[in-house]
């Protein structure tokens, strides 16, 4: 079932929760439209955990039905809405988006913040994409607190740099319930949220090679090289059963 959302994005319900029909270039198109018209927005990167974690947790629901555009992060995804009826064009991950990003941000002047990781890690990335993108105007970096007990510091920090894009890299659903908690305490910008985007660009942890990442399973070598990870990883079946019930 495809829907219409705002002018020009249409979308598709994943069992019930939105994914915008986007690839990468008209993703930046439409995060380039939300920094020009001002006010506060959320930018969502949709995957299977996601998903089932919006199935059970109605305040995460909520969240993600308000963001302005809710990308499709995860071959789960993509795979969930051909298996639906109702193709994606691409997958669009926050890691992927983050470079290009950059570069537009570089050539029209928008201020981007890295917030969140572990300490050090987003000034790393600013250096690594300042480097890549001469130009480029880095506003601030703050590993911060995920939880409400940290808001204070980051909200003071954030509004004094005035970014107009902000990268919050705290994992789902920490870092949209962040974005969300903290969006009316915030002068206009656009919240996206990464996950361990920043751990990868920083070189801190490994991805996974491309054939495996073209493949579908970069799922496979996280788990590899991330056992720790295999507590979230039970929700890749769930999902996959709950699409495959509801086809049929």
Known sequence: MIIQRLMTTASTLVLGVRVDAVDAEQALDRIGELVE??????????????????????DFARVLESADLCLPDGWGVTWAAQRLGSPLPARVTGIDLIDPLAARAAERGWR???????????????????????????????????????????????????????????????????????????????????????????????????WMRRAGLEWLYRLFRQPWRAGRMVALPAFALEVLRSRG
């Open 112 to 210: 981007v913040f890295l917030l969140g990781a572990a300490p050090g890690v987003a000034e790393q990335v600013a250096t690594i994409l300042r480097d890549r993108h001469p130009g480029l105007a880095v506003a601030g970096t703050h590993a911060g607190v995920a939880g409400p007990e940290g808001d204070a510091e980051s909200v003071r920090l954030i509004t004094a740099a005035r970014p107009d894009i902000l990268l919050v890299a705290y994992g789902h659903p920490r870092q949209e319930l962040w974005i969300d908690r903290n969006r009316e305490r915030l002068p206009s910008f656009v919240g996206i949220g990464v996950g361990g985007a920043f751990d990868y660009l920083s070189g801190r942890v490994a991805r996974a090679p491309g």
């Open 37 to 58: 018209s001002g006010g506060r927005h959320l930018v969502a990167t949709v995957n299977p955990e996601f998903i089932m974690r919006a199935r059970r947790d109605p």
